[in-house]
């Protein structure tokens, strides 16, 4: 099969965008992600799926937690911040969350302890057992077909 025709399919399923955030001796370091879902109520869990080329994946080995930092619809350009799409490093201001740190702007957070690891083919499926919610009244910025979209409602 096609690469370019795996991922045109793939990429056609619309999603929201996410940062994924956490620290490693005492330096922060944030990377885009929208493979990213809600897994179990009961314990709270949730997965991301990194690849394994990304810093991100030893960072998260490294932190043994981190934060999932779901986009508003005015963050495009912190989503191509931490996707390498920015020439230049611009200054992020950070807060922190649960003793991780978060994008001060976002719709939603949620901090996680790494629960368990499935290496899935050239990534790795990192599942968080959530330690923390915060949640803000905003749109979020959509992903689908390779471009940033606003969400519209639909007339019943
Ligand atoms: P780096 O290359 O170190 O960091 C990525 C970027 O973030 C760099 O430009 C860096 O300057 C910036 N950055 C990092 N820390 C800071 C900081 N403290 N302050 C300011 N800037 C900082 N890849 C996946 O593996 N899984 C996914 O689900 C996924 N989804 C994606 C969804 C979208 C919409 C996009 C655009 C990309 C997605 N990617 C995904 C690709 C991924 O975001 C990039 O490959 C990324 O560059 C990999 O980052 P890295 O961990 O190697 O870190």
Redesign the pocket.
Known sequence: MDDRLFRNAMGSFATG?TVITTEVAE??????????MSISLNPKLVA????E?????Q?IKDANQFAINILSSDQQNV????????NG??E?T?ATYKGLPILEDALAVVTCKLYSEYVVGD?TVFIGHVTGVKLEQKDPLL?SQGKYRELKELEE
């Open positions: 965008v330096e922060v370091h944030g990377m885009t992600a929208n493979a990213f991301i799926s990194i690849g080329n990304a810093r991100m994946h960072h989503s191509k911040q931490f996707s390498g799409q920015l490093e611009s992020i950070f990534h992903f």
